[in-house]
C-alpha cells in the first residue's frame, strides 16, 4: 500500500533564467535547464522553522524570488549561492512588517516598482529601505487585492476581486432580459465581450 503523506497543488513558474521553478506547500522546488527538480526546504532558506502556504513565486527584474503566502512574503536573494540572502515579510515583524499576513500577488510595472496585494491593501516596495508602504483603496481597508496590472499607457489596476483576465474596452450596453440576465457588452478592438449574471 502507497500513502502520500502531503498532497498539494503545485504552481510552476519558468523563469527568463531558464529557470523551472515550482512551489509545493513545503518548500520550493528548481531545476535549471534539467528534468531533475532541486528541493530547498522552507527552512533551508528562511533559516526559521515556521511555515507558509505558498500562494505564487515571482521573481523581479532584479532576479529576487519572492515566495507570497498565507504567513507573509519571503525574499530570497542569490539562491543556491554563496550570497544567499532572505527576509521574510510578517504581520507584527520588528525588522520587516507588514499590515496583513495573507499575501494575494505581486506584480512589477514598467519603472521597475514592486507591488503586492494583500488582504485590505495595496503595498508599494521601496528598494532602498527593503519595506513597504501600505496604500488603501479609496482609504478602505477592507479591500482585499487579488490582482495588479499595468495598462498599456502606464496606469496601475489593482483588483479586489480576482479576476481571469481584464482588458481595456468600451462599455457598449448593460442591461437585462429574460434570456441573458443581467449582462454588460463591452468592446475591444475588432471583439465584442458580453458578460451575463443569471439572475
Known amino acids: 500500500m502507497i500513502h502520500i503523506a502531503n498532497v498539494c497543488l503545485c504552481v510552476c513558474v519558468f523563469s527568463l533564467l531558464g529557470l523551472s521553478l515550482s512551489v509545493p506547500s513545503n518548500g520550493v522546488s528548481m531545476s535549471p535547464r534539467s528534468l531533475f527538480l532541486h528541493t530547498y526546504p522552507l527552512p533551508a532558506i528562511t533559516a526559521s522553522r515556521e511555515g507558509n502556504q505558498m500562494r ?6 532584479d532576479s529576487t524570488l519572492w515566495l507570497g503566502g498565507i504567513h507573509g512574503l519571503i525574499a530570497v536573494e542569490g539562491l543556491d549561492t554563496d550570497h544567499q540572502s532572505c527576509r521574510w515579510y510578517k504581520m507584527n515583524d520588528k525588522q520587516w512588517p507588514i499590515p496583513h499576513h495573507s499575501i494575494r500577488c505581486m506584480f512589477e510595472d ?4 514592486r507591488w503586492v496585494g494583500i488582504d485590505g491593501a495595496l503595498l508599494l516596495y521601496d528598494r532602498r529601505s527593503h519595506q513597504f508602504r501600505p ?12 490582482d495588479i496590472q499595468e495598462t498599456t499607457d502606464g496606469k496601475l489596476r489593482a ?14 450596453r448593460i442591461g437585462n432580459d ?13 471583439y465584442t465581450v458580453c458578460y451575463c449574471h443569471l439572475s
Open 159 to 172: 483588483n479586489y476581486e480576482q479576476v481571469m483576465a481584464m482588458f481595456d474596452g468600451r462599455v457598449e
Open 110 to 113: 514598467s519603472a521597475r516598482r
Open 56 to 61: 505564487f513565486i515571482f521573481q523581479d527584474s
Open 135 to 146: 496604500l488603501h483603496i479609496d482609504g478602505d481597508r477592507r479591500n482585499w487585492v487579488y
Open 178 to 190: 429574460d434570456r441573458s440576465g443581467n449582462f454588460v457588452i463591452l468592446r475591444h478592438g475588432e
